[in-house]
């Protein structure tokens, strides 16, 4: 089945198979908040990004990756109430260790077991992702970059792909509100444009805190208008 990232609340998970983790994809919650459920293939290992709402939904989506419910890592990309609202209630059923930007782990109202800062890595399983901070939104907001292992074949070398996970930082059409603050959309442009557009491929595939997924490719044109409107 074809990836496509596209979900609704109360309907199916999205499954999209990479050679050294699966993702799922589901959105909970009135505010249509997507989860994201990355399964290490070669463990079995499991980390959740956003425990947003419905915790019975996303202890199935654990459970659809495990069916023993395994499940070692949150990360809440910021403190934002609707990106952590079921947070406490999967922590408790889980006893997964939890994991968030430093300057937003006490705007969280669940101690988080892991503060972590720009370039920072979080580990589950085999699988390591990179912390990448996105100053803006709010003063701690991260993404994790999960790239794909190179490839190598009788013609030649492929390298891997990169996948971000950007929270309310980068949609399709603009980066997160900034609440018409030219200073934090300042902050949160230049660290969009520098540590994500800047450093990678236009494949580069973005799964975001709300709707439909994108790619660098397919925003990259539109930074200049993203400049000039200032949000």
């Known amino acids: 089945m074809t990836y ?4 609704a609340p109360g309907g199916p998970s ?14 909970v919650g009135s505010m249509d908040n997507n989860a994201y459920l990355l399964t290490c293939r070669e463990t079995g290992a499991q980390l959740l990004v956003d425990a947003a709402a419905e915790p019975q939904r996303l202890l ?19 403190q934002h109430r609707d990106h ?35 370039g920072a890595l979080v580990q589950f399983g085999a699988v390591t992702l990179e912390v990448i901070g996105l100053r803006g939104h709010t003063p ?4 994790l970059v999960l790239t794909e292992p190179d490839s190598v074949s009788a013609q030649d070398a492929v390298v891997g792909r990169t996948h971000l996970f950007t929270g309310d930082s980068l949609f399709p059409g603009g980066v997160g509100n900034t609440d018409r603050d030219p200073t934090r959309f300042a902050q949160l442009y230049a660290d969009v444009t520098s540590r994500l557009f800047d450093r990678f491929r236009d494949d580069t595939w973005v799964y975001p805190g709300h709707g439909a997924d994108t790619t660098l490719g397919a925003e990259r044109p539109q930074l200049p208008t993203w400049r000039e409107r200032g949000w």
């Open 60 to 78: 199935e989506l654990v459970r659809e990756g495990s069916p023993h419910g395994r499940l070692d890592v949150i990360v809440t990309t910021h």
């Open 4 to 7: 496509s990232g596209s979900v």
């Open 14 to 27: 999205a499954v999209r198979e990479l050679d050294a983790v699966i993702v799922r994809k589901a959105s």
């Open 140 to 143: 701690g907001s991260i993404a």
């Open 84 to 118: 952590h609202g079921a947070l406490a209630a999967v922590v408790a059923a889980t006893g997964a260790r939890t994991v968030a930007g430093r300057a937003d782990a006490d705007g969280i109202p669940v101690e988080t077991d892991e503060p972590v800062d720009h």
